[in-house]
């Protein structure tokens, strides 16, 4: 059995744990598509449920591809990440991200009868300027952070593409509460690849008994993890069913029931 409390060192998760991702996503694409109702007299609702569909198509044929399945970027994030690195696919990405963006929007328009590729043009620039106005986190994070990183080691583990979580980490102002940082895009493996796991334990020089990951993915956030002896905490908010045959060692609705389960002296079995 592990307490809760004993463990040196907590690890989370970023999207949709600490700052609001996908909430923000939807956000810019419908603050984006105001220009295409003002314009075209479109919906855009209907744009983004469209734009959804046509940018995960393109992005499916990506041409580094393989690379984005196993660092985790996703569809939505390719339209307004720079891809700046020194990876090869890295590079392969930057070149493409134009062509990409511009084909996503430009489809997404001629489907709703608009054939305007400047336009189509406008909206791939203007997504990325509303999307950055959106470094959300939760009401419950740093109360959260500040607290354990009173007694913790605290690391932050995320996927992506290395220049957008860390734009997303600065623009959230949460950097300073991490003793590390390690980014899917910057060590070549993603969660829920075990090595990435054993490079955040190695970073916080603690073994997996001594650490405790708390995340929003059944997949990456618990079940990776516990292949590598971490205790995992499913943080829930959207009051979501388990799935996949994976049960977290603990779960919670949000951060600060997190805190009273630390407070409380909960035991994992």
Aim: aromatic share 8%; net charge negative.
């Amino acid at each position: 059995m592990t307490n809760v409390r004993n463990a040196t060192s907590l690890v989370f998760d970023l999207d949709d744990t600490l700052v609001v991702e996908k909430a923000s996503a939807e956000a810019a694409f419908l603050r984006t598509f105001e220009l295409a109702r003002q314009r075209y007299s479109l919906d855009p609702a209907a744009l983004h449920a469209t734009l959804r569909q046509t940018c995960r198509s393109i992005w499916h044929n990506a041409p580094a591809r393989a690379y984005c399945v196993e660092i985790g970027i996703s569809s939505w994030e390719g339209l307004w990440a720079a891809f700046h690195g020194r990876d090869e696919n890295l590079q392969i990405l930057r070149a493409w991200a134009p062509t990409y963006r511009r084909e996503s929007w430009l489809r997404t328009l001629r489907e709703h009868g608009v054939d305007d590729e400047a336009f189509a043009v406008e909206l791939a620039e203007t997504f990325p300027a509303r999307r950055r106005e959106l470094h959300v986190v939760y009401d419950d994070v740093r109360p959260t952070l500040e607290y354990f990183g009173r007694s913790h080691r605290l690391g932050l583990l995320t996927n992506g593409a290395p220049d957008l979580q860390r734009e997303k980490i600065e623009g959230a102002g949460i950097a300073r509460y991490f003793d590390d940082i390690v980014i899917s895009g910057d060590v070549g493996v993603g969660k829920p690849n075990r090595r990435i796991y054993e490079i955040m334990l190695s970073r916080l020089k603690a073994r997996p008994d001594q650490a405790v990951m708390i995340g929003n993915s059944l997949s990456s956030d618990v079940a990776g993890p516990q292949g590598v002896g971490i205790k995992s905490i499913w943080l829930n908010r959207a009051g979501d069913a388990l799935r996949d045959g994976v049960v977290p060692d603990l779960e919670v609705s949000n951060l600060n029931e997190f805190r009273r389960a630390i407070d409380e002296n909960a035991v994992f079995t």
